[in-house]
């Protein structure tokens, strides 16, 4: 099996420790002159750079969350200024704000080189055409994709999303052998392929690499049969850097993070403490060579668990398993982040309506579909059967514009939604992991 | 001669229909007449109860979305020229007609209309000296 960069993947641990300890000194030292909002948080909690010399005293700092990223939004994070920044890319937020990351020079260098591991991971080199069907712009997908491909002199194929005829033509035609995109879109083109009747053996894709949502063992043997593909999970998040963080190589056998670049701990996501090798818990990462949009302990809300042995495959980076679930209540509908308050904020600013609703998620054909199901409330109620209909395309309209994705609405009778004194339950997810 | 009708919004689901008329039923509730109105996810079940007021206040307490509504409702012949006047007099006025349902005893027919404009549509009903009735008449046809 070939490894992109013998030299970190396979760190002799000792080595890689102190590798990581030194640029943490770096990182922390960095951040504190540089962002404002570390330094006040590291102050508050009665720390300078100095406390902080290696690895063991990372515990010490406090967590980053998606919130303090909102709270600073746009660049109020960035330790560089905004001439060293040559990028930017923005994942979709709550209620019009979305996350913001920016990138130095350096930084896409970097994630150019994570990337290059992870296609390298998952079997692919210079003979390799890849087939990029991760959505390209402010979305990190696409075009962490593509720099990866680009660094292992393959040849890219920078489709983008959609257009499934087009996809399929240009497969065959160009002879994709490595496939890019979401598992549940693999799923739909490898039905696409059986329904317009193109022969596997018109085809050579011998493996695809898939990630941006959760997805099962099962899904997996699905995707394998269906296209006689290899397929390898990854890992990643635009906050940390987009794909490349993680990336499993072909023992399947777990997700190789690049520790080097990204510091993971599991935590307990209720005490907060930090939890030993194996156990499940949120995963933390410290990003410990960016520059642009550095991050200290940045709490990812996935849930997973890590394995430091040695890989069969000779890395010695650290392995995640399988993302296992949230310690929050996000949901991934088609690659793109949701959460059950952002659709509360949109229904909170219509007076017809309570916000009293039900999320209902699923998956029909390979595809995630959403429902919401709201209350009708007495005080609007008017037995006029368009001004219902009126109402239920207002809110889809709403939510569609807000939210960017597409829910189906369904007005319901006020008790068929449970009530709770407590957090009541919000969502029904029926697709299966 | 408003009569006050009772809507209820309900859920395309089986057994919503039966729940509302049980619950009217142990109270004792007449229903005069009743129609449906439904898309393909939910629908609009309108009665002419014999006490509105209390009807409504029995289907709130059980979680229902209800509402009254003002409807006017005429007695004529049940030919069809009888219907057809009712609905030029009205269309003459520019009153339009947001719902309309009926049925028939013997050779006379009781219509229920919602119109946009109610209190005009009586007017104009009675100087045409139409037979425009009461809640109160619905219940001794």
């Known amino acids: ?11 002799e641990r000792t080595e890689l420790k102190r590798v990581q300890s030194e640029r943490i000194r770096e990182t922390v030292e960095r951040v504190y002159f540089n962002v404002p909002y570390y330094r006040s948080k590291m102050q508050e909690a009665g720390l300078g750079p100095e406390s902080i010399q290696s690895t063991d005293d990372l515990h010490k700092l406090p967590f980053t969350t998606k919130q303090d990223l909102r709270d600073n939004y746009p660049f109020g994070l960035f330790a560089v200024p905004m001439s060293e920044i040559v990028r930017v890319h923005a994942s979709s937020g709550t209620t019009g704000k979305p996350t913001v990351v920016g990138y130095s020079r350096r930084d896409i260098a970097t994630w150019s080189e994570v990337m290059a591991r992870t296609l390298t991971c998952a079997g692919a ?3 390799d055409f890849i087939h990029v069907a991760y959505g ?5 997908g696409g075009l962490g994709l593509h720099y990866g491909g680009e660094k292992i002199g393959a040849s890219v194929i920078p489709v983008s999303g959609g257009n499934t005829a087009r996809q399929l033509q ?6 994709s052998t490595v496939l890019a995109c979401t598992p549940s879109y693999a799923l739909f083109l490898a039905e696409a392929i059986e329904e317009t009747g193109i022969s596997l053996d018109a085809l050579k894709l011998r493996v695809g690499v898939f990630g941006a949502e959760p997805w099962t063992e099962n899904m997996r043997k699905e995707i394998e049969k269906k296209l006689r593909i290899k397929a390898i999970d990854i890992y990643g998040l635009s906050e940390v850097i987009g794909p490349g963080v993680a990336s499993e190589c072909l023992a399947q056998n777990g997700l190789h993070i690049s520790e080097d670049h990204f510091y993971p701990e599991i935590i307990d996501p209720e005490t907060l403490e930090i939890l030993p090798e194996g156990k499940i818990g949120e995963l933390v990462f410290t990003t410990i060579t960016k520059e642009g949009l550095p991050l200290i302990r940045y709490r990812t809300r996935d849930l997973t668990r890590l394995y430091y042995e040695k890989c069969s495959c000779g890395r010695t980076m650290v392995r995640m398993e399988k993302c296992l679930g949230r310690s929050d209540d996000m949901l991934i509908i088609r690659g793109v982040n949701l959460f059950p308050s952002q659709v509360e904020s949109v229904l909170l600013e219509m007076s017809e309506i309570k916000p009293h609703y039900m999320l209902i998620v699923d998956r029909v054909n390979n595809l995630d579909t959403v429902e919401l199901q709201v209350e009708v409330d007495d005080a609007f109620f008017q037995d006029k059967i368009s001004q219902l209909e009126a109402l239920r395309q207002k809110i889809q309209n709403n939510l569609e514009s807000t939210l960017g994705i597409s829910i189906r609405v369904t007005l319901v009778e006020p008790k068929s939604i449970e009530r709770s004194e407590s957090k009541a ?3 029904i997810d029926k697709r299966i992991y | 001669m408003i009569i ?6 309900l859920e395309n689901k089986s057994g919503r229909l039966t729940e509302v008329l049980e619950a009217l039923g142990q109270e004792n509730v007449r229903i005069t007449a009743l129609s449906v109105a439904d898309t393909s996810e939910f629908g609009i079940l309108r009665l002419i109860v014999s006490d509105p007021e209390k009807a409504r206040a029995l289907l709130r307490e059980r979680m229902f979305t209800v509402n009254i509504t003002e409807v006017i409702s005429i007695m004529t012949s049940n030919e069809a020229k009888h219907f057809a006047k009712v609905l030029k007099i009205l269309s003459d006025l520019d009153i339009s007609i947001e719902y309309t349902y ?10 229920i209309l919602r119109c946009s404009n109610t209190e005009e549509a009586i007017r104009a009903l009675k100087d045409h000296e139409l037979d425009l009735l009461k809640a109160s008449d619905l219940f001794r046809i």
């Open chain 1, 1 to 11: 099996m070939e490894i992109w960069n013998r030299h970190f993947e396979c760190m």
């Open chain 1, 125 to 127: 080199n210079r003979n």
């Open chain 1, 136 to 140: 390209y712009g402010l979305f990190t």
């Open chain 1, 170 to 175: 240009l497969m065959r035609d160009f002879g």
């Open chain 1, 425 to 427: 339950k919000r969502v």
């Open chain 2, 4 to 9: 006050h009708q009772l809507s209820v919004f």
């Open chain 2, 102 to 111: 009926a049925y028939s005893i013997g050779d006379k027919s009781i219509i």
